[in-house]
Nanobody, 127 residues
């Protein structure tokens, strides 16, 4: 079972940067593909990026273009979402999800079958 936990969210000015972290309290995320998602109030959850278990990046959407990148620190068993050139429309609660492959992450999240959500971390971009 997964016990995901996201951290690193904050209030940041437009144009600023943040790095979000995702780890699991029970499982070793080095064996998982991990996807990042976000949800703003009144909007549907949006898939952003996913990192495979072999550290390839899969884009779930082009909404963040090259401003966001995903990486893994194997020693820390932690997945990062580096967010640069932040815009007010990036304001949302950010979540990570994990499964064997990025496709399974996507299918699990979009079908509603993925239930191991962490609390998320709030990102607010405002001057």
């Amino acid at each position: 079972q997964l016990q995901l936990a996201e951290s690193g969210g904050a209030l940041v000015q437009p144009g600023g940067s943040l790095r979000l972290s995702c780890l699991d309290r029970v499982s070793d995320l080095n064996y998982y593909a991990v996807g990042w998602f976000r949800q703003a109030p009144g909007k549907e959850r949006e898939g952003l990026l996913c990192i495979t278990s072999t550290d390839n990046t899969i884009k779930y959407s082009d909404s963040v273009k090259d401003r966001f990148t995903v990486s893994r620190d194997a020693a820390k068993k932690t997945i990062y979402l580096q967010m640069n050139s932040l815009k007010p429309e990036d304001s949302a609660k950010y979540y990570c999800a994990a499964d064997e492959t990025c496709r399974r992450v996507w299918v699990g999240v979009t079908s509603g079958s993925f239930r191991s959500w962490g609390p998320g971390t709030q990102v607010t971009v405002s001057s």
